[in-house]
């Protein structure tokens, strides 16, 4: 892999979909998830935040190691417990 894609490619991810649009969009959707959500790639966990007490628990599914990482700090102020599938882009075992 790359030192591209490992280290600036995720933070160039996570820097596009902050940017206000999407936030909005985020604050409007997420807080109408319910029960056990399947967040299929969660990315740096930006919709970690709006997550209402009506979800019980997240499943994250992230291929981008480096972008999981980002994530896993924000499980912290999360309000609902986080589980993280670990499975990876690069893993050939999976026929990916």
């Not at 480096?66 to 893993?91: G, H, I, N, Y």
């Amino acid at each position: 892999m790359s030192t591209y894609s490992k280290y600036v490619l995720p933070r160039l991810i996570d820097l596009a979909r902050r940017n206000n649009d999407t936030t909005r969009l985020r604050a409007e959707v997420v807080p109408h998830a319910q029960r056990r959500v399947l967040e299929i790639g969660i990315g740096s966990g930006l919709n970690l935040r709006f997550h209402s007490s009506e979800v019980q628990y997240v499943f994250g599914v992230e291929p981008s190691a480096e972008l999981q990482r980002m994530a896993v700090k924000k499980t912290s102020s999360a309000l609902v417990p986080v589980t993280f599938v670990q499975q990876s882009a690069e893993d050939r075992r999976l026929g990916v």
